[in-house]
């Protein structure tokens, strides 16, 4: 026999049950919303009596407003967020208004919208500083506010948006370290800040940001070392720190992180030889060191990155000659070794890369002659040999370079004719 005590119980949580399931579905009201939408001027020509079919807006089963998403969209002339009124959407999850000329800034009354789960501005000429509003908006997974005109620092409260996946910021006006309650949101996998103004060194915790698979950091002012631990970001498939003032050796525990295809680290100061330990990235498709402090020898190791088709070794101090093994690199793309010292010349090996389309060792010290079997590289869009002491005749396999746009061969010691039509050049 149920104690009668169990059974009222039982019924009250049920009756609580329902009753909050209820006020999920019903606290909103419908005309609010209908007004709130039509106050924006956003929306013309549309069927006034039912918005839920709006172009962009879509809503829950009982007829509110879950998302508002334009792409591209006409939305007047100088449109700003200051007529929508956030109070009036309590279940809005997702709000994407992308490449739509909005101008003027993020009002504070966005930390209203508490389910909020997408916010998508890209594109648009947004500017001012981020309200630390925004930072109430707990439940966001995904922040895009790439290309507008946003500047100032990035609140401390950043931190309190815990279930961040996807941190875009890039190609703004941010300034500024980076607050280092940045990295607890351990949650992210795509976090962009290139192209705006951020300083400082990087907070050791960045160590925390375990989920990382895409960073960028490109096009700033952060300097200092790499923190330690950096390299424990082992699920990084691109990482990109190019244009920045970092200095340092790179870690050797570089070879970490195993499922990068993309590495950056241009436009740098870093130092010291490059890492024989870079070439268990085995997936690597593009390895960009130029414009840093490299120097001794180029390793020949590196012919194992098979996979490569971007190789950027220019402006730095590296020495020669190249490892007759940089043949085997056969997916080759672009080859930079410009502005070095490689002091060598140049392995007729380098013939094998059949789909190299840029290939430049201009400014280099090279010697030597140019090898016979150039012309096998048929695909040569662009061939820089130029700045360099190489001699001896130009072969006559450079004719068959039918591809060839750009060529200099200029401040060498060649003698004889260019062949066939490269002439035209
Ligand atoms: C819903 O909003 C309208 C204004 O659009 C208002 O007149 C009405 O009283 C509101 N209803 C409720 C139940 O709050
Ligand atoms: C507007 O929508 C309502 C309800 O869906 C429909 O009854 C009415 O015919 C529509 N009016 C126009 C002009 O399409
Ligand atoms: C918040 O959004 C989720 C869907 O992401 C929905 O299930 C839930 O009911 C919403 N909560 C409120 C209070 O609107
Ligand atoms: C943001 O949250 C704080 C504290 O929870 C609250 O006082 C404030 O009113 C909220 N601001 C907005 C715009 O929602
Ligand atoms: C940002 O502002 C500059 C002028 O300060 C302007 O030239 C540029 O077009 C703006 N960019 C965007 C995306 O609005
Ligand atoms: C970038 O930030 C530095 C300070 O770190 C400041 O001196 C400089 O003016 C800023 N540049 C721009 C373009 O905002
Ligand atoms: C982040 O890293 C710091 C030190 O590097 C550590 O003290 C802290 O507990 C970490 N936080 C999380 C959430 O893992
Ligand atoms: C790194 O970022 C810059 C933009 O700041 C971009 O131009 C470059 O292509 C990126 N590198 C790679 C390998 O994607
Ligand atoms: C990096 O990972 C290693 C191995 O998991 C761990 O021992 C070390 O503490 C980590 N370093 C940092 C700075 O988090
Ligand atoms: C490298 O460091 C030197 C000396 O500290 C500095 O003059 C130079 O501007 C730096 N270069 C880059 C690209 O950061
Ligand atoms: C460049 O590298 C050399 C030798 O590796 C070092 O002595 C020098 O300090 C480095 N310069 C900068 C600006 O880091
Ligand atoms: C990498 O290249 C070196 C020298 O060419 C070779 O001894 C080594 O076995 C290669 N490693 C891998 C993983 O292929």
Wanted: negative net charge.
């Amino acid at each position: 026999m149920w104690h009668t005590n169990t059974i009222t119980h039982l019924l009250l949580i049920i009756l609580f049950c329902i009753l909050s399931q209820s006020t999920t579905a019903t606290d909103f009201n419908k005309s609010l919303e209908a007004k709130a939408l039509l106050a924006t001027n956003w929306w013309v020509g549309e069927n006034a009596s039912d918005h839920c079919k709006w172009h962009g807006i879509a809503c829950n089963e009982a007829g509110s407003v879950t998302e508002i998403n334009l792409n591209d969209h006409y939305l007047g002339d100088r449109p700003d967020m200051g007529n929508l009124d956030f109070s009036s959407f309590p279940n809005l999850v997702g709000l994407y208004i992308e490449s739509c000329g909005l101008e003027g800034s993020i009002p504070v009354q966005i930390g209203l919208l508490s389910n909020l789960t997408y916010l998508s501005l890209w594109a648009n000429r947004l500017t001012g500083n981020l309200p630390v509003s925004l930072t109430n908006l707990t439940h966001l997974k995904h922040l895009d506010l790439y290309s507008n005109n946003f500047s100032g620092k990035l609140p401390a409260s950043f931190t309190n948006l815990i279930r961040l996946e996807y941190l875009s910021l890039s190609s703004n006006k941010f300034s500024g370290s980076l607050p280092i309650s940045l990295t607890n949101l351990i949650h992210l996998k795509h976090l962009d800040l290139n192209s705006n103004n951020f300083s400082g060194n990087l907070p050791v915790s960045f160590t925390n940001l375990t989920h990382l698979e895409y960073l960028s950091l490109s096009s700033n002012n952060f300097n200092g070392m790499l923190p330690l631990g950096f390299t424990n970001l082992t699920r990084l498939n691109n990482l990109n720190l190019s244009d920045n003032n970092f200095r340092g050796k790179l870690p050797v525990s570089f070879t970490n992180l195993i499922h990068l295809e993309y590495l950056d680290l241009s436009g740098n100061n870093f130092s010291g030889e490059i890492l024989d330990s870079l070439t268990n990235l085995i997936h690597l498709e593009h390895l960009g060191l130029s414009s840093n402090n490299l120097s001794g020898n180029l390793p020949v190791s590196l012919a194992n990155l098979t996979q490569l088709l971007f190789l950027y070794l220019s402006k730095n101090q590296l020495t020669g000659p190249i490892p007759p093994s940089y043949g085997s690199m056969v997916n080759l793309r672009v080859l930079d070794f410009s502005t070095n010292q490689l002091n060598a010349s140049i392995p007729t090996e380098i013939s094998n890369l059949k789909y190299l389309e840029t290939l430049n060792l201009g400014d280099s010290n090279f010697d030597g002659p140019v090898p016979s079997n150039f012309g096998n590289l048929s695909k040569l869009y662009f061939l820089n040999l130029g700045m360099n002491s190489i001699s001896g005749h130009i072969p006559l396999s450079i004719a068959n370079l039918i591809n060839l746009q750009q060529l200099d061969l200029n401040h060498n010691s060649l003698v004889g004719p260019i062949h066939g039509n490269l002439s035209r050049l």
